[in-house]
């Protein structure tokens, strides 16, 4: 009979364990072998551990064992001298005595992970997804990542909120339309969730401020470096607010948290790629169609849509807010409502109009969001002058009865916050398992 009473300790040594007050003294690490440098009588074994690499030191006569027992992407138990290495990363280094192999590779690497750029195609990354990340560059984007949902978190927090955890699988899309994955659900009709708006808006009742990082789903037949079918979603809905205004400030205020917190949390990531953060201490706003008619004049590009923005015109925006504004964000507000979804507030002053926007961020849009409505009447007014059924809605519609505090929020796009972060041309990079058209595995 035994009994668990809490964390058991180890006697393996993390990287962050190994200061300078160790140095001397003999420590025990684990990890994978990233690379074999045999340079005849000393060899430098490269092990790769969660935090990084260590550079650990063979020599023959002092190891008691054989390199040739070393293979790349072997996991192992080193056990050596903690030494002192102005050459080393990190300044120090292990002199190995003694090796435990705890596993062997049945088959050798399909990609040449301990090269400091991978120098092979997208396709090849994705199709072995789960080698290429063992390279350190691309393993860093994903700490990178975590850092920016760790943020929102923890941002949130602060501000408030409970982290909600809403439902994939529902009886209708929130944001209408046809881009919807539909499925049988027990000989019901059911699709996937293209947000969680409607959940989010009914927990604002209850919680008053209410977040969630999950998966969304577009059905949409897209094939750009841009789009994905399932991506993740860093969702807020909050209550009680003056307009829509406050959720883009709350959206600055976080911005402003997740750059520090990734300057403070993740300095070796940002190093290992060269991040420069971009300054998130003003952000510009301008209405949506004022913003089109100073890209046209200022580049002398025609306004093809009047309703919506197309790809070409959000990078001439990014690049006149950078040019304008110092500002690698700008905020374009007051969209046309006739592409907003029903729920979306309509301008007072011009019911053409919503108060709603979108945050570009160096060009690409990365959050859409807005003010809601949230009085019942108006809702159903909306629902019929668009000639939708309340079909699948009738729960979302009751809460509205029984009354709601003005709201609003908004939906990034991690994957593509990411990716404008990093500097990426692909959406896929900054994707840990890519879903769109062409790829369901691995």
């Known amino acids: 009979m035994e009994f668990l009473s809490g964390l058991k300790e180890k006697d393996t040594w993390e ?160 944001e209408g339309g046809s881009n919807l994955f539909r499925l049988d659900y027990f000989h019901r009709p059911a699709v996937l969730a293209q947000s969680p708006q409607f959940y989010k808006q009914m927990m604002v009742g209850v919680f008053d401020r209410v977040f969630e990082t999950g998966p969304v789903f577009r059905a949409e037949k897209h094939n750009t470096k841009r789009h994905l079918n399932e991506y993740t979603s860093l969702d807020f809905e909050m209550g009680y607010i003056d307009g829509f205004e406050d959720v883009m400030a709350m959206e600055t205020g976080f911005l402003q948290f997740a750059m520090d917190f990734l300057r403070e949390n993740y300095k070796s990531p940002l190093q290992i790629l060269e991040v420069s953060l971009p300054e998130t201490n003003r952000i510009p706003a301008v209405r949506f169609d004022e913003i089109k008619e100073k890209v046209a004049a200022k580049y002398g590009r025609k306004i093809k849509n009047p309703f919506d923005l197309e790809p070409e015109e959000e990078l001439l925006i990014g690049q006149y807010a950078k040019e304008e504004w110092k500002s690698d964000f700008v905020f374009v507000t007051h969209y046309p409502s006739k592409k907003r979804p029903f729920y979306a507030m309509d301008d007072p002053e011009d019911d053409r109009f919503t108060l709603s926007f979108d945050l570009l961020f160096r060009g690409l849009e990365v959050t859409t969001g807005g003010q809601r409505i949230h009085d019942y009447t108006m809702l159903i007014e909306k629902l019929k002058k668009r000639g939708m059924s309340e079909e699948g809605m009738e729960q979302y519609l009751d809460t509205f009865k029984h009354g709601m505090p003005p709201h609003g929020g908004l939906g990034i796009g991690m994957e593509r916050l990411a990716m404008q972060l990093l500097g990426e041309e692909n959406v896929r990079e900054t994707t840990l398992f890519p879903r769109d058209l062409s790829r369901l595995e691995p």
């Open 15 to 174: 990287l962050s364990q190994l200061t300078g007050e160790k140095i001397g003294s003999t420590v025990k690490v684990n990890g994978a072998v990233h690379a074999v440098r045999d340079m005849g009588t000393v060899a430098f074994v490269i092990l790769r551990k969660r935090e990084g690499l260590i550079q650990c030191v063979y020599e023959e006569g002092t190891a008691r064992f054989a390199l040739k027992d070393v293979r790349e992407a072997a996991t192992v138990e080193v056990t050596g001298r903690l030494e002192a290495s102005e050459k080393a990363k990190g300044g120090i280094e292990i002199r190995m005595e003694a090796i435990r192999i705890l596993s062997m590779p049945a088959a050798s690497l399909p990609l040449a992970i301990s090269k400091w750029k991978l120098n092979t195609s997208l396709e090849a990354k994705l199709n072995y997804r789960s080698v290429s990340l063992r390279n350190v560059r691309e393993r860093a984007k994903f700490q990178i990542q975590e850092g920016l949902v760790r943020g929102f978190r923890e941002f949130l927090y602060q501000q408030g909120f409970t982290e909600i955890h809403t439902p994939k699988i529902g009886a209708k899309g929130a």
